[in-house]
């Protein structure tokens, strides 16, 4: 089992920046694809940001603003956003995919684990 904390969220102006962490416990996650996913009210679950091997993913609506990055010593995930705008607005998760292979999806079906969220929210 992965037990996945996020941290870091808050209330910011627009234009401002937060970095987001996600500490993972019980199994290291070195190796699995570590996605970031928001969710903002009435509004599905959507894909942000996913690294594994190679170039970190990023969804069009924040390329640019956000960097993904790991730490696998300290077995943690960040997400560092600038420039965040009112419809950033969220709950953020991580989540982690821990099937073998070179894949680092988008799709939040295929992450077997999930933090508990952390609420982003920006005010115009």
């Known amino acids: 089992q992965v037990h996945l904390v996020e941290s870091g969220g808050g209330l910011v102006q627009a234009g401002g920046s937060l970095r987001l962490s996600c500490a993972a416990s019980?199994?290291?996650?070195?190796?699995?694809?570590m996605g970031w996913f928001r969710q903002a009210p009435g509004k599905e679950r959507e894909f942000v940001a996913v690294?594994?091997?190679?170039?970190?993913n990023y969804a069009d609506s924040v390329k640019g603003r956000v960097t993904i990055s790991r730490d696998n010593a300290k077995n943690t995930v960040y997400l560092q956003m600038n420039s965040l705008k009112p419809e950033d607005t969220a709950v953020y998760y991580c989540?982690?995919?821990?099937?073998?292979?070179?894949?680092?999806?988008?799709?939040?079906?295929?992450?077997?684990?999930w933090g508990q969220g952390t609420q982003v929210t920006v005010s115009a």
């Open positions: 690294i594994r091997w190679g170039a970190p």
């Open positions: 989540a982690a995919d821990d099937r073998p292979g070179w894949v680092a999806s988008r799709d939040p079906g295929r992450y077997d684990y």
């Open positions: 019980g199994r290291t996650v070195s190796a699995y694809a």
